[in-house]
């Protein structure tokens, strides 16, 4: 097992680089065994190889593999520039930005299953409305397929990280039954998709992510230069770290699925509902 403690620290540069596709500069540690990650802040990330079972791989990746969602609003992961005013109907101009489909048919594919918050709602459904996603209700055998991964990422999470999984729980448990798991509301799926430097947003603050990869890919690896990390993450492997740093995808070829767990920042509003 791999205890790694590094001393970069490049914060600044980190944050300026976002919007830009990562490259092999970016990097000094490569890790792809089981380890424990510490940066000067504390630890960052626990990899865990080969952690799913091959039965959760093969219910998994179907449901992956079905994700048909352009990327049309998360343009800090989809390239500097990339997000423009929607044109209307009318051919006149809107004020809401989206990533237009010239641009979305470049990039990959991206669903969420499980659990949405704190939409503003009408007077009928109330202040927070708390709903399940799209995708889960057009297709809930989708969130049944996941979920022996989900279950499996839980449990690690539990078993390696006692401390922030219980933290995490404990902030979401209001909730209820607006979780897929104790410590994890939501499941974000993207097919085929190398994201450029982002921080995750609608996260919990202080939250903590599980991400596993499916497929059948080459590269790919996830990339944190402020640490100078890269994660060679393959098939079946779980990663689990804090997603508010700066990170993004070296270049892959052949199909790649990935999946990150995490809890929505206002999920515990929903009170259980």
């Excluded at 996260?203 to 640490?227: C, H, M, N, T």
Aim: some cysteine; overall charge positive; glycine content about 8%.
């Amino acid at each position: 097992m791999l205890v790694l403690a590094t001393n970069w620290d490049f914060e600044r540069e980190a944050r300026l680089m976002i919007g830009e596709f990562p490259n092999y500069s970016h990097y000094i540690h490569k890790i792809e065994e089981d380890a424990w990650v510490f940066t000067r802040q504390g630890l960052f990330a626990r990899f865990m190889p080969e952690a799913l079972s091959p039965e959760a791989i093969r219910l998994a990746r179907p449901v992956m593999q079905a994700v048909k969602t352009r990327v049309t609003n998360r343009g800090n992961a989809a390239a500097k520039g990339s997000m423009m005013p929607r044109i209307k109907k009318s051919g006149l101009l809107s004020a809401t930005n989206e990533i237009p489909p010239e641009v979305n048919r470049l990039l990959g594919f991206s669903d969420q299953l499980g659990y949405l918050d704190a939409k503003k709602g009408s007077k009928k459904r109330g202040t927070h409305f708390c709903r399940r996603t799209g995708l889960t209700r057009r297709h809930p055998g989708y969130l049944e397929g996941i979920m022996p991964a989900v279950r499996r990422c839980d449990q690690l999470f539990c078993e390696e990280l006692p401390e922030q999984y219980a933290a995490q729980v404990a902030e979401i448990k209001s909730a209820g039954t607006f979780r897929i798991s104790p410590a994890f509301s939501t499941a974000n799926l993207n097919r085929d998709w190398q994201t450029t430097y982002h921080t995750d947003k609608y996260d919990l603050r202080d939250g903590w992510i599980a991400l596993f990869a499916l497929g059948d890919y080459e590269g790919g690896d996830l990339v944190v230069p402020r640490y100078r990390l890269r994660f060679n993450l393959r098939p079946g492997d779980v990663l689990f770290f804090k997603p508010h740093e700066v990170h993004g995808n070296l270049p892959f070829s052949g199909e790649r699925l990935t999946a990150v767990l995490f809890g929505r920042e206002h999920i515990a509003s929903c009170g259980g509902r």
